[in-house]
């Protein structure tokens, strides 16, 4: 253990970082950290209907291909944080691989998506959270009290520290695999009602060019598989960052995308009307409620709404190591401020207000008008795409340039072959999110425009001394260290 823990002092030393976090949290924790922002049943959970609505059963498919997909991406990120296992994720691996300016707009739109990202959970998680209270009515007043009650409650665990942060995302897991797994196979086995011939079948009558409508489905898969780049932004928390963070990355793809699968199935196989189902504001109680009454409906949904915590819980988490990685750096204005660590349970607690606050402000905004809901989480995903294909593009640039990844977890020669097609995927996804959609449009838009015009004038990080645009040089030296 010590050994572990000098070796991750001394890589993290020589990419120019004393690190002051606590190195508490094992390949384990840091799974159920990816795996409950992933959320596979918050995801099912929050777009099952549309799903429905659009494409039919069908639309299970998106599970596979965008997991497939952003595995790809995975594994190219897995190669960066295995050379730079530095908390922070997408702006630390941006710096050093295309330099202060790249990297300053791609955080920038990435914390906005994160940001937006959590209101959305917080937001899709009250009616369950209501149901599990026996509220026949949810109002506007209601629901705006329960998501401000999951923030905050996600905020208090958060101010616990490390320690509490992987336990509570461990309970999130388990609650995750119950609620996923558990009840799509004992909806496939005991309670199936439907063929699996439904999953080649949409819900518009005898259409002839069935291709639009499954290509509605496409947010099923997008919303999802996201998320797993957090177990890089607690990087210098976990133990033998280089190696356990690629693996726990790629095992939340796999978990999730698997726990997927089951869940979305089993709902659709157990449905007693499909048919009904798409017109139903709420298919997943009605399913529920079907195989094992409205008792076990609302004893299951504790084990939603546990998930739905421990997705808000690991998404304020990695907002918040963003957020002070960019300040640590000098990066933002208030940096001082923002990268302060609490002395008792060195964690960020300053910035873990910011990632508190601000979703606070947008669920009022969406109290007020409650139709920006869907806009703000189209553009939510539309710029978590953007910043991972940033991502993917300057690796693929560094590696034309002569990069070799270095760190004891890579491709080898697989790796420009895996750039290239996570490129292509990624801007296929994008080309779905963005492009039919003015208002994620407009979104993306504006945060970028806003944060070009400051990077511009204000020209943050002027004073920032550490190290950028430098993969191939590390990689050489840590060639040479090795030999």
């Known amino acids: 253990m010590a050994n572990k823990q000098q070796s991750d002092a001394e890589h993290l030393s020589a990419l120019g970082y004393e690190s002051k976090y606590q190195r508490s949290m094992s390949v384990w924790s840091t799974l159920a950290l990816g795996f409950t922002y992933l959320s596979p049943l918050v995801a099912i959970y929050a777009l099952f209907g549309l799903g429905l609505a659009t494409a039919g059963p069908s639309a299970i498919w998106w599970i596979v291909i965008v997991g497939a997909g952003q595995l790809l991406v995975a594994l190219v990120m897995g190669e960066v944080v295995s050379q730079f296992p530095i908390a922070g994720g997408i702006y630390p691996w941006m710096r050093r691989l295309a330099g202060k300016r790249r990297a300053w707009i791609t955080a920038w739109v990435y914390v906005w998506a994160m940001l937006v990202t959590i209101t959305s959970v917080a937001e899709f998680g009250a009616p369950f959270l209501a149901q599990v209270f026996g509220i026949a009515e949810v109002s506007p007043e209601i629901n705006l009290a329960l998501t401000l009650g999951l923030l905050v409650l996600a905020l208090l665990l958060n101010m616990g520290g490390t320690k509490l942060l992987g336990r509570i995302a461990r309970i999130g897991l388990a609650a995750e695999l119950i609620g996923v ?198 553009f939510a995903v539309a710029a978590i795409y953007i910043a991972f294909q940033a991502v993917v593009l300057s690796a693929l640039i560094m590696r034309l340039r002569g990069w070799k990844p270095a760190g004891p977890w890579n491709l080898g020669g697989w790796g420009i072959v895996v750039n290239i097609a996570a490129l292509i995927y990624g801007l296929w996804a994008l080309w779905q999110l963005i492009v039919p959609d003015v208002l994620a449009q407009w979104g993306v838009g504006i945060v970028l425009v806003v944060g070009l015009l400051y990077l511009f004038i204000a020209r943050p990080g002027r004073k920032s001394s550490a190290p950028f645009g430098d993969a191939i040089e590390v990689a050489n030296k840590m060639r040479a260290a090795q030999k």
């Open 181 to 378: 797994v558990g009840m799509g196979l004992f909806l496939l086995v005991f309670h199936r009602n439907n063929d699996f011939s439904v999953f080649f079948e949409v819900f518009q009558g005898s259409v002839v060019d069935w291709a639009p409508l499954f290509l509605g489905a496409a947010l099923v898969g997008l919303f999802m598989f996201y998320g797993f780049e957090a177990c890089g932004d607690v990087a210098e928390e976990v133990k033998d960052a280089a190696r356990q963070v690629p693996k726990a990355m790629y095992l939340t793809i796999f978990i999730g995308g698997i726990s997927a699968l089951f869940s979305f199935s089993g709902y659709v196989l157990a449905a007693p009307d499909l048919a009904a189902l798409v017109d139903d504001p709420a298919p997943i109680p009605t399913v529920l409620t079907a195989a094992i009454g409205e008792g076990g409906m609302r004893l299951f949904l504790v084990i939603a709404v546990m998930a739905f915590i421990s997705c808000v819980l690991s998404l304020q988490a990695a907002a918040s190591r963003l957020l002070h990685s960019f300040a640590r750096d000098e990066m933002l204005p208030a940096s001082g401020w923002l990268s302060k660590l609490s002395e008792r349970n060195k964690v960020p607690t300053n910035a873990l207000l910011v990632a508190s606050i601000i979703p606070m402000i947008l669920a009022v905004v969406i109290y007020f008008d409650p139709t920006t809901l869907v806009p703000i989480t189209d």
